[in-house]
T-cell receptor
Framework: DTEVTQTPKHLVMGMTNKKSLKCEQH?????MYWYKQKAKKPPELMFV???????INESVPSRFSPECPNSSLLNLHLHALQPEDSALYLC?????????????FGPGTRLTVL | GQNIDQPTEMTATEGAIVQINCTYQ??????LFWYQQHAGEAPTFLSY??LDGLEEKGRFSSFLSRSKGYSYLLLKELQMKDSASYLC??????????WGAGTKLIIKP
C-alpha cells in the first residue's frame, strides 16, 4: 500500500481565515514533506519532518505553520494567507532511508485564497 | 548552482515510442527519480536509477549515465493515458530532491 491521504481536496479561504490541511500515511514512513506547486511548475519543498522532528524549513513565511502530531500525521496550519499563496499543496512521505527513499505523494489540496 | 534541464513539451503518436531526456548538474548525486503527473493530480513514482545503465519496468524504461549527468525515460507503445507531465528529480549530496521543470507529453491519435 503506497497511499498518502490528504484533506480537504479543495479549500477556498479569505485572507483573514485560519484553516488547516491534513495529511496521513500508514506505510510506516518516518519522513513527511509539504510541497507547494503552482501550475506548470515543479513542486517546491516547504517543510520536511524526519522522525517527527522538523528537519528542513525552506524559508517559508510564518503564515504557514507545520505540525507533526505523530509519525502518521502531518498538518499545515494556514493563517493570514495572500492570494499568491493559491496553489496545489502536496504532502509526501518516505522511509527516511539513506538508500532509495522514494517519496510517495498524496492527491493534494487545491487552495484558493480570495 | 544546481540545475536540471528537460524539454518543455514533446508530442508523440499513439502506439509509438518517445524518449524524454534529462540533464543535471547538482552538488553530489544520490539517485535520480522519474515521476509522472497528470494535470491537477499528484506526482506518481515511475522509476529510480542510482547506477549507470537501463532499468526496465513494463512499457517504461529509464537510463542513467552519471559521468555525463544524463538520464532518459523511454515510453513504448504509447497510450492516450500517457499524456501527462514527466518530472526528473535528482537527490543531491544533502539527500534533498532537486526537481526539473517537467516535460509535458502530448499523445495524438
Amino acid at each position: 500500500d503506497t497511499e498518502v491521504t490528504q484533506t480537504p481536496k479543495h479549500l477556498v479561504m479569505g485572507m483573514t481565515n485560519k484553516k488547516s490541511l491534513k495529511c496521513e500515511q500508514h506505510m510506516g514512513h518516518r519522513a513527511m514533506y509539504w510541497y507547494k506547486q503552482k501550475a506548470k511548475k515543479p513542486p517546491e519543498l516547504m517543510f520536511v519532518y524526519s522522525y517527527e522532528k522538523l528537519s528542513i524549513n525552506e524559508s517559508v513565511p510564518s503564515r504557514f505553520s507545520p505540525e507533526c502530531p505523530n509519525s502518521s500525521l502531518l498538518n499545515l496550519h494556514l493563517h493570514a494567507l495572500q492570494p499568491e499563496d493559491s496553489a496545489l499543496y502536496l504532502c509526501a512521505s518516505s522511509q527516511a532511508s539513506w538508500e532509495i527513499d522514494t517519496q510517495y505523494f498524496g492527491p493534494g489540496t487545491r487552495l484558493t485564497v480570495l | 548552482g544546481q540545475n536540471i534541464d528537460q524539454p518543455t513539451e514533446m508530442t508523440a503518436t499513439e502506439g509509438a515510442i518517445v524518449q524524454i531526456n534529462c540533464t543535471y548538474q547538482t552538488s553530489g548525486f544520490n539517485g535520480l527519480f522519474w515521476y509522472q503527473q497528470h494535470a491537477g493530480e499528484a506526482p506518481t513514482f515511475l522509476s529510480y536509477n542510482v547506477l549507470d545503465g537501463l532499468e526496465e519496468k513494463g512499457r517504461f524504461s529509464s537510463f542513467l549515465s552519471r559521468s555525463k549527468g544524463y538520464s532518459y525515460l523511454l515510453l513504448k507503445e504509447l497510450q492516450m493515458k500517457d499524456s501527462a507531465s514527466y518530472l526528473c528529480a535528482v537527490r543531491d549530496s544533502n539527500y534533498q530532491l532537486i526537481w526539473g521543470a517537467g516535460t509535458k507529453l502530448i499523445i495524438k491519435p
